[in-house]
């Protein structure tokens, strides 16, 4: 909701105040305020619908969770809809591509299950309702602590993993999954980091440094990093 919003939204709450059950000492306008406030990442639309089918089962005002809920459905509502989008995702692109889901707590849940491709090959007919037991515990735990600065960005197709484990920079596709569209390279972070750590380890397990043995990488800012950490031999030797 915008500010231009509020009027609306304030007289739909004097409304449902005069026709539901509400503390009689409660501070209706400041309540309005900050409900307003904690709600207005949603529509007003959406705000609307949800204030009324929430007037259509229950006496009492509501209270904030109470439309949230109505408009984003319960946790175990969420978890559901997010593992059916595994279930699409695997069918549809599998391994062959790379992807994102719609929120970091998916991610969070696909990781704390051994991964895209461990979870891709646990998955069958016979046990998947018992792994979406699983999937909500971490889930749920997801939804208290996962962003998407602390989860990974998507899940990498097979062959971009074999081309970063060559330390190289790949043509990256990343499909969201919801959409089934690709998305725009520039609404992701920057490949070349991770393109420089692959090229480190090769480095350091390919070209199997053993005192003799001089490494050189195609980047100057790699030398200058593993010099801040060490060198190179200490950095070798800190990487057992």
């Avoid at 062959?96 to 461990?118: E, L, N, V, Y």
């Avoid at 490949?191 to 440094?209: D, L, N």
Wanted: charged content about 25%; some cysteine.
């Amino acid at each position: 909701m915008i500010s231009s919003d509020f009027p609306n939204f304030a007289a739909l709450l004097q409304r449902v105040a005069n026709v539901t059950i509400i503390a009689a000492n409660k501070d209706l306008e400041g309540t309005i305020n900050f409900m307003f406030e904690m709600l207005e990442e949603y529509p007003f639309e959406l705000v609307y619908q949800a204030v009324k089918e929430h007037c259509k089962t229950s006496k009492f005002f509501p209270a904030v969770s109470d439309i949230a809920t109505q408009i984003e459905g319960s946790i175990e509502d969420r978890a559901t809809v997010a593992w059916y989008q595994i279930l699409k995702a695997r069918k549809m692109f599998g391994l062959r591509k790379s992807i994102r889901f719609s929120t970091p707590a998916t991610h969070f849940a696909i990781d704390r299950m051994c991964g895209w491709k461990s979870l891709c090959d646990m998955i069958t007919n016979s046990n998947a309702s018992y792994l979406l037991q699983d999937f909500k515990v971490f889930y749920r735990l997801g939804e208290r602590c996962a962003t998407w600065q602390n989860v990974r960005e998507y899940f990498p197709s097979n062959e971009e993993r074999y081309v970063l484990n060559m330390g190289k920079m790949p043509k990256r596709k990343v499909y969201d999954v919801e959409s089934e569209h690709v998305i725009p390279d520039e609404m992701l972070s920057p490949i070349e980091p991770m393109v420089a750590w692959r090229q480190v380890i090769r480095g350091r397990y390919k070209e199997c440094w053993n005192g003799v043995n001089s490494v050189k990488f195609p980047d100057p800012a790699i030398h200058y990093a593993i010099e801040c950490m060490g060198g190179w031999e200490n950095f070798c030797t800190t990487l057992n």
